[in-house]
Nanobody
Framework: QLQLVESGGGLVQFGGSLTLSCVGS????????INWFRQAPGKEREGVSC????????HYADSVKGRFTISRDNAKKKVYLQMNNLKPEDTATYYC??????????????????????WGQGTQVTVSG
């Protein structure tokens, strides 16, 4: 059964940190880029950070650059999103998604959700001011 499952969300104070995890199963993990998107109420889904299948290429949205770090452990079929110095505007539901490697650049896949084939159910991140 194909699955992407996010975890690690929660309520955190301004300036705090969280680490999100995404674990995959039921598909050829090693051939897929993993992309983190987020969606706040009333807003469009936006790309946050993305990582290539091998982990050697990453992309960050300008709004999170320098604060978030993406990494992956292919042996565990996991991707992590370390989020530091969180701000209220980071409040959203965070989704991990898998997109087939090489169909486009990591950056392009991070901007356009339609390049991702599989999606998790999301995990809520709330940053209190």
């Amino acid at each position: 059964q194909l699955q992407l499952v996010e975890s690690g969300g929660g309520l955190v104070q301004f300036g705090g940190s969280l680490t999100l995890s995404c674990v995959g199963s039921g598909f050829s993990w090693d051939y897929y880029n993993i992309n983190w998107f987020r969606q706040a109420p009333g807003k469009e889904r936006e790309g946050v950070s993305c990582i290539s299948s091998s982990g050697d290429s990453t992309h960050y949205a300008d709004s999170v650059k320098g604060r978030f770090t993406i990494s992956r452990d292919n042996a565990k079929k996991k991707v992590y999103l370390q989020m530091n110095n969180l701000k209220p505007e980071d409040t959203a539901t965070y989704y991990c998604a898998a997109g087939l490697q090489h169909i486009t650049s990591v950056q392009a896949m991070c901007v356009a959700p339609h390049f991702s084939d599989y999606w998790g159910q999301g995990t809520q991140v709330t940053v209190s001011g």
